[in-house]
């Protein structure tokens, strides 16, 4: 991307901040984690990170957010590292079309959750990791991991979410449980929602998510840390299962993969072009960035990044 | 695309064909309409398009086949083309996690289908371009669309395969009456479904189909008969729901924008790049084409052509 | 039963409805039947026959309303009559969890209806006594049966009631093709319902309703139309299932079998001592009589004629 | 009863007994509680307990069993008594369609069981009891209430059963936390689900399991330990909810109130006559007795008893 690409895309993000600053019906803030209830929702940010590692910014780029279940994009490359295909045992790769905290279709497919993405698949995945390890060790594998990504290693778990999120788990220990009953739950289900919940309490700022998420775009000169063949199929998980039942939604508007967070963080790749964060903590009612999916619908829109031609 | 790449690609589908000719395991030919029950299921044609309508084919690719549920995707071009997002209003955009013909949905999300790729949405789809009109003048006007797609005028609807299919179509109308009964019909349901089954009954050889989906892949030199932001939503729902519960799937191994129909056909787009058509009628558990599925598989590795980078 | 019992009884009858004269929250009447919208929802009767025939009323016992579902009670007497267990090949025993006209469930089942009292189920039934009968010789038996039972030959099928509710039959039509595409349907969908839609038009008044039901309490004295094994099974039936998704409150307030209808009936039997009728226009939230309920639980509770003890 | 009835009585369990011994097809234990898969299947034993104590046998009806679910009713009244009519707004009261460990319903219905009997709806009622109390408290008070029942103090709780269950108890604990994520759990999920597996590791003998229900009864002569009403409603909901989605068939076949057991025991009511307790370890696909239940609904046959005439 030459000077005056970098200078257009920049007047794109610098417009999209500043529409983001007027919006007056900004969603919701997730309110059954309580640290995160507290989040000013006049906060937003957007990060476009080069192949290079050049990283554009707009907005609120520098503070740190909870990633929350971005960070099963992070996990899911580690599981995958680690396991391979085997892991496809455990956990589906089609989307749910029910809600992200769903039990239903546990139900119904005998405790193989849908897809990793959805909190049951991703307490599986994390579970698959956890194996054999203790959390702390996982924990710090994923640090490691995100860190080498971004390429800084000033990322951290926030406690106090994590003690948070802790304190409210009773659906998700109900879902590993209930894998548990199917015989798809490796550890106790303490141990392993006590791993998932620090592993959603890991706290980025926009520019270190954009630039983190550079090993996804397959393009030349960015950091190669998984096969391009899997970095394929991760974008084709979050695709099609990145946004709950708001996939369609965001593959229609935006025609990107990506990922979203409860924190009201978005990850997004360009394939070959880019890997785009944003961060806006009100929620639509899928559970997904409000702003934060409007911003990269127009930035597709105006850099024409869409796969989809 | 220099001569050299045609060569190298016309290389590749000689080697698809060539597997596909080895495989024992094809699948299970559809039974439930009796006409196609007769197919032949040791075909198979492939065909790659280029957005200057050059065609490459290997295989049956002469052949006419029932192209079924491809045909939703050129219906929905007509539909949006005639009401643009007023069509939203009684059908949705996200995969439905469900089988291509259930009806659950339809109850617990009041007669709205998820998409309208699944039957029910295309069914509302169909009832939505016929209301004021004749069925037979909706069809001709689909079959215009086609031939105009295809540059051929040599494409029909099989008056066999429809009559056949309307004799079985008892759940397709069950799906009709739901949505009249919960306002979402707007004509009687035995002129949809005949509508419906007949649009189903369309046949076209390998070759035509590739040349007809090059409008999908928004590249210069490819007609345009569809804006290039609707192209872009296309093929998004294709990519999101089009080839039903095994959507998940398609995208995870082909990584493209594609539509199946359970005549054994696949149609699926490569954004800028190309417009391909396959065809085996042995179908997998999900009932989409066994053979089909592989072979773009294969081909997006080959060619690199996955949209996910 | 005694004079002094008899003379109690009507005292207690007069007293129900002297209550429900008082009610102010009388339900919601039907809308989705046009005819039956119109009902005057201040009308209200009760009746109880003695095995004998002696038949005590309080209210508008002889204003004639539309029985609707109370005719699957009727319509599954024949049924077993003519095809016995057979009939279980084609429709369950057990109560659906579910809304009467749900579709959900066919699809789990695949086409076989929860019990003879949903919808579906009542369709199958009439489906199968329909067939190889024409519908007019199918609703004159069940006319002739019913008028014997209630020993009165002034009993009709109101046709404009009929017609109206073929007019907004559309979920019929979809539960009864939805049972012809898995199987469970003999005769063309438009027959069936238009069979279904006649039966649940009869009307009767409340006085005619309860000497109907006599034949259900095998008591000494009452007409012996079914065998008394056959009548404990359609009790059990009517206990279980007869008042839908409300059959537990019904059960648990009422303490016996009985059969609602959407035009405000309800039949109940007191096994051995009496056959009783109520009717009042205004539904509760599951669609069973509102008051109606509410008097049968007031009858019990006075009679102590609850099955339970 | 007579001496001439009791006799009678006698003759037809000796003939129960008999028949039971020959069958050959018995059903399959069990296997998912350990403890329990270890239980010879050839052992049966029927017990009626007439309202003024006196109780009849036939086969191993002094033979201590577990008596899991059925210690449901129990603790029902006991909670009953405690809450009275608060207790309903934590369990409904409507059969539930669904197996007795289904996961499915508590999601759509926002966290409140259908019924006190399935598992999820027993836990609700086991949680209002303990609130506030330890377990070994409320234990205690079970023992003693069910110890006053049969009137007889032999009566324990197997702790290898206990414990047995309790280490697999997933799905329970599933239930139990899905409960309080959605506000419907008053103590730690391990405490009440502690509780609940105690409480069903309850084992009587068939005779003392009849003695047990003769409160049940309100007949003249049998303990009155609660009122009329409520022994109607528990009644109620023993016919409705008592054997899972087998209620339906029990209902038909046996035309009593009833409550099984996973353990092969079945607590059978006839209202103003009689309590009736058989066991047999086999059960049935819905997870019921499979001689046990033919044992109650030949016992009714024989003496008339059915609630339904």
């Given amino acids: 991307m030459d000077a005056l690409d970098i200078a257009r895309l920049q007047g794109i993000l610098a417009q999209i901040e500043h529409d983001a600053a007027q919006a ?9 984690i309580p640290e995160l209830a507290k989040i000013d929702p006049a906060q937003f940010a957007i990060a476009v990170s080069l192949p290079d590692g050049t990283t554009l910014t707009a907005g609120d780029a520098a503070v740190p957010f909870s990633i929350q279940s971005i960070s099963k994009v992070f996990m899911l490359a580690i599981a995958l590292g680690r396991l391979g295909d085997q892991l496809w045992q455990r956990v589906g790769r089609e989307p749910s079309g029910l809600a992200f905290n769903s039990i239903l279709q546990l139900e119904r497919e005998k405790g193989i ?4 993405f959805v909190n049951a698949g991703a307490i599986a995945v994390t579970d698959a990791v956890l194996a054999g390890h203790q959390p702390k060790d996982v924990l710090g594998e994923l640090l490691r991991f995100i860190r080498m990504c971004a390429e800084d290693d000033d990322i951290h778990i926030n406690k106090s979410v994590a003690a948070s999120e802790q304190a409210t788990a009773h659906r998700n220990i109900a879902l590993a449980e209930f894998m548990a009953a199917e015989g798809n739950l490796r550890n106790p289900a303490a141990l392993t929602i006590g791993t998932y919940v620090h592993q959603c309490a890991v706290e980025m700022t926009c520019a270190q998510l954009a630039r983190a998420g550079r090993f996804l775009t397959n393009a030349a000169g960015a950091p ?8 394929r199929r991760i974008n084709a998980l979050m695709m099609m299962c990145g946004h709950y039942d708001g996939s369609g939604e965001f593959a229609y508007r935006a025609g990107l993969p990506g990922k979203s967070g409860v924190g009201g963080g978005i990850l ?3 394939p070959g072009r880019a890997s785009i964060a944003v961060w806006s903590p009100g929620l639509n009612e899928r559970g997904n960035s409000k702003l934060g999916s409007a911003a990269i619908e127009t930035l597709t829109r105006e850099t024409g990044w869409s796969v989809f031609g």
Avoid at 224 to 231: C, T
Wanted: proline share 12%; aromatic share 4%.
């Fill in 224 to 231: 190669r840390l998984v096969s391009p063949a899997r970095v």
């Fill in 268 to 270: 997004a790749i360009a």
């Fill in 24 to 32: 007056t019906d900004r969603g919701q803030v997730a309110t059954y």
């Fill in 113 to 116: 959750p849908r897809n990793p």
